[in-house]
């Protein structure tokens, strides 16, 4: 709690402010408090669910493939599924996705091939060339960057009254870094039609939430930016498709830019060449496993009667087909030839580079 | 088109490069940002990749180094890294170099750190007719291009423009001076020097070729290479420039460079 600066209670109190937590289903997948509407529609909620256990499934195969030399370094999202599946599953196709380098989950909700994600972690740029809407912004590894992107996206739609938004997700570390204020800070001064979105897992490679910021949420810092921020638990799928639904719509419909704080956890390493134990101990990691998004919503569609030992095989069979049969069509990728670097550096490659070009196609 | 920075709304920029804008299109399209350089060229980037042709102002040189993230890591690879969906279709302009009076960090010319971005194209004009058809282009061009505005010369050369809509080419040096004995290769403010050099040298004999290189990157090594096959020519250069300027170069500058 933030200490006050002035114990003369004559002086007025000229702002207020209050961050308020969303939350549905506990832990165990029982209910907290009344449901949102959709959540009474089971199919979109087995949707969710299997979108989620997809994409765990995935992100094992990837990290295999690393391991054996097929793929480089790759970051999982293992413990925070809840939060690209709530968020991208409440956008329209028209709206834009800015993602950060670890919500696979969103890309691939949003229509991206599983060989074109191991593409790019393959280190190939024809997976950035991706399915999905075309207007969606790739992977970005420099942290925090594609936030003023969001803004100049969304500004664009405000200029041409497109009732479209853009989505901007990000990690706890990225909230210390001057693009993600800057961004909200312009979205704040003109209203823009863009939902900012922290994926709060804890960790910033080896760096706590308590060395990243003294304050007490992440969802505050939208208050200084001039817009409304709300903590969401990040493992509880259906508050975070009620919080982005909610904060998409009012995007959308003028009141302006939203922020999320999905507050989940790490459960896997920053990326396959990071060895998490080296700073946090495992029984800390194991208290966080009971919490995790995909056994919270099975039990609760079980509960409702929704999901059954047999489903849960029949799945986990699709998904390795599914998978598998990426991984083939990955696998079968020839590398391209190195004077297609000069493809597309520039609309038309200049003059200047046409020896350079010229030279590399002599060479095979 | 849009054309946001710091100052250039209402106060139409701090040398007067968008005084009028605001009011003819107004404050959507033309708008003051808050004193984030970052932020400009970020929303370059956003806007881009959307269909805008966005022109973001520095206000000096000397803070444009908060955009080299976007610069380096964004704009100039956009359409490289997504294999032409997306690409990046912006200019960046900012006052360049010195010779007004300026307080320190506000008469930068580092050119020579954006020249070696590849993705990027560098424009710097050295006349108003230059200034005129290369922003055009560069306003026209589907690429990223960093606009460099010598500040010396935003009054010093004067010259009438015709408002004719008629871009001047990117990617070539233009030959300002025919010459046979040496070949001078300038940009920017020192080009009105470099030219008054040449008549010197015309009173003591030395026929002088001027060069104006004007895109810096992807610069036009063809003309440029050509010419320095005389041994002359390149030390003549770096006499008028001094050590701390460097030509951005193709990787093989010899007689048989094509």
């Known amino acids: ?364 | 088109m849009v054309v946001f920075g710091e100052d250039v709304g209402v106060n139409g920029g701090v040398f007067r490069a968008t005084v009028g804008l605001q009011q003819r299109f107004g404050p959507e399209r033309v708008f003051d940002t808050p004193l984030a350089e970052l932020l400009i060229s970020g929303l370059c980037v956003g806007m881009a990749a959307q269909g805008l042709k966005p022109v973001g102002e520095i206000q000096f040189m000397g803070f444009i180094y908060p955009c080299i993230d976007q610069l380096v890591n964004h704009a100039s690879r956009l359409r490289n890294r997504t294999q032409g969906r997306l690409s990046c279709p912006m200019v960046l302009r900012t006052p360049h170099g010195s010779g007004i009076r300026a307080p320190e960090h506000h008469s930068e010319s580092t050119e020579a750190m954006l020249a070696h971005i590849p993705g990027l194209r560098m424009v710097i004009p050295s006349s108003p007719e230059r200034a005129y058809g290369l922003l055009l282009a560069a306003i026209h061009d589907p690429d990223p291009v960093v606009f460099l505005e010598p500040t010396r010369i935003y009054r010093a050369a004067k010259g009438e423009v015709e408002d004719n809509g008629e871009a001047l080419p990117l990617d070539v040096a233009f030959i300002l001076r025919e010459g046979r004995d040496v070949t001078l290769i300038s940009w920017g403010a020192m080009v009105k020097e470099t030219l008054a050099a040449a008549e010197t040298l015309d009173a003591e004999g030395i026929s002088a070729e001027v060069i104006d290189l004007a895109t810096l990157k992807p610069y036009d090594a063809i003309p440029c290479s050509a010419r320095w096959q005389r041994p002359d020519a390149v030390s003549s250069f770096t006499k008028l420039h001094g050590p701390t300027a460097s030509v951005p170069r193709s990787p093989r500058l010899s007689p048989s460079a094509g």
């Open chain 1, 1 to 364: 709690m933030t200490e006050r600066w002035h114990p003369d209670e004559r002086l007025p109190v000229i702002a207020r402010f209050e961050v308020r937590r969303r939350a549905y289903l506990a832990p165990d997948g029982s209910i907290n408090r009344q449901l949102p509407a959709f959540a009474s529609d089971t199919r979109l909620l087995v949707r969710l669910y299997r979108a989620m256990v997809l994409v765990r499934a995935f992100d094992l195969k990837a990290v295999a493939l690393q391991r054996t030399g097929r793929l480089g370094t790759y970051a999982a999202s293992l413990g925070q599924e809840a939060v690209s599946v709530g968020v991208a599953s409440a956008m329209r196709n028209e709206d834009v996705l800015l993602p950060s380098y670890r919500d696979n989950a969103a890309l691939i909700w949003r229509g991206v091939k599983l060989e074109e994600v191991l593409l790019f972690w393959g280190g190939d740029e024809r997976g950035n060339h991706f399915s999905g809407p075309v207007q969606d912004f790739p992977f970005c590894i420099p942290v925090g960057s594609q936030a003023p992107h969001a803004a100049g996206v969304a500004y664009a739609f405000k200029l041409r009254k497109e009732p479209r938004i853009a989505v901007c997700l990000f990690g706890d570390g990225a909230t210390s870094k001057g693009d993600v204020f800057e961004a909200m800070n312009f979205a704040g001064v003109h209203k823009l039609p863009v939902v900012f979105v922290v994926t709060n897992n804890q960790w910033a490679i080896s760096v706590p939430l308590r060395l990243q910021t003294a304050s007490e949420t992440l969802a505050q810092k939208a208050i200084a930016a001039g817009f409304i921020g709300e903590q969401v638990d990040g493992n509880d799928i259906v508050a975070m498709h009620a919080s982005a639904e909610e904060a998409i719509e009012a995007a959308r419909n003028g009141r302006g830019p939203r922020f999320i704080e999905a507050v989940t956890y790490r459960l896997g390493a920053h990326t396959t060449a990071d060895d998490a134990a080296h700073y946090r101990p495992t029984e800390e990691v194991q208290a966080r496993w009971k919490e995790e998004p995909i056994v919270r919503l099975r039990s609760f569609l079980a509960g409702q009667n929704a999901w059954s030992k047999t489903d849960e095989e029949q799945l986990s069979a699709e998904c390795q087909q599914h998978i598998d049969a990426a991984v083939d069509r990955y696998l079968a990728v020839k590398p391209r030839p190195p004077e297609t670097m000069f493809d597309h550096l520039y609309a038309e490659l200049p003059r200047a580079y046409a020896a350079q070009r010229r030279e590399l196609e002599g060479d095979d």
